[in-house]
């Protein structure tokens, strides 16, 4: 994925179909990235 990623409407298909990814966000802010789904480290993020 990171060298070919998904169209718009690909990673929504994607989605849909694997709602599990919903859960594996990848977050990346300058040069900070957290992976994964933690509420208590997204909030301090």
Do not use: Q
């Not at 690909?10 to 990346?28: D, Q, S, T, Y």
Request: no cysteine; glycine share 12%.
């Amino acid at each position: 994925m990171k060298d070919n990623p998904p169209s718009r409407e690909e990673a929504i298909g994607l989605m849909a179909e694997f709602p599990n990814l919903i859960k594996r966000p990848l977050l990346v802010k300058g040069g900070k990235i957290l992976f994964g789904f933690s509420a208590d480290e997204w909030a301090g993020f």
